[in-house]
T-cell receptor, first 108, second 115 residues
Framework: GQSLEQPSEVTAVEGAIVQINCTYQ??????LSWYQQHDGGAPTFLSY????GLEETGRFSSFLSRSDSYGYLLLQELQMKDSASYFC?????????FGKGTRLHILP | DADVTQTPRNRITKTGKRIMLECSQT?????MYWYRQDPGLGLRLIYY???????NKGEISDGYSVSRQAQAKFSLSLESAIPNQTALYFC??????????????FGPGTRLTVL
């Protein structure tokens, strides 16, 4: 079957760094995406890894290891506005499969 | 103006009623999707369409049907609504260019309550 596993909740302190992990099992895999969703809002695209390694976009970075079927999203210099849910999504075959999401709580 | 719009934004209906959720996009994308979101379950794919003549079932299509009236319009119907279809529904579009990200662009969502 196809599935993605990510922690349901993560808590971090404002200004700190947090890593959200994602492991996947999916057929025809060709990349891992990350989406952010604030309460009451729609998911928005953050990043994509089609190749192994680290992709950096401002304060956010994402990593992929195909051999380990594993990726993570790294958020640096956390701000209160980063409080949201984060979804990893495996891009494979002809559609995307989303994980159940990680709720990020940020403490002042 | 928003690129992906959904109507209605909120709907309360009764068990057994037929209801249609509509999605329109101005992005010019060929691919359109319907997802439902339930607390703790993430986004689950209901149906997807790669063009007007191509409709595919997702992982939870039972109890739902869709219509792709045009490249820009993709409607989701609940023929006979039941309470466990109470959820937040999202429409999304994507444009694929080779082995691209297939980035999904989501509409604002429709909150559906079935009593």
């Amino acid at each position: 079957g196809q599935s993605l596993e990510q922690p349901s909740e993560v808590t971090a302190v404002e200004g700190a760094i947090v890593q959200i992990n994602c492991t996947y099992q999916t057929s025809g895999f060709y990349g891992l995406s990350w989406y952010q969703q604030h309460d009451g809002g729609a998911p928005t695209f953050l990043s994509y890894n089609g190749l192994d390694g680290l992709e950096e976009t401002g304060r956010f970075s994402s990593f992929l290891s195909r051999s380990d079927s594993y990726g993570y999203l790294l958020l640096q210099e956390l701000q209160m506005k980063d409080s949201a849910s984060y979804f990893c999504a495996a891009c494979g075959d002809d559609k995307i499969i989303f994980g159940k999401g990680t709720r990020l709580h940020i403490l002042p | 103006d928003a690129d992906v719009t959904q109507t209605p934004r909120n709907r309360i209906t009764k068990t057994g009623k037929r209801i249609m959720l509509e999605c329109s996009q101005t992005k010019g994308h060929d691919r359109m999707y319907w997802y439902r979101q339930d607390p703790g379950l993430g986004l689950r794919l209901i149906y997807y369409s790669f063009d007007v003549k191509d409709i595919n079932k997702g992982e939870i299509s039972d109890g739902y049907s869709v219509s792709r009236q045009a490249q820009a319009k993709f409607s989701l119907s609940l023929e006979s609504a039941i309470p466990n279809q109470t959820a937040l529904y999202f429409c999304a579009t994507s444009e694929v260019a080779g082995l691209s990200t297939d980035t999904q662009y989501f509409g604002p969502g429709t909150r559906l309550t079935v009593l």
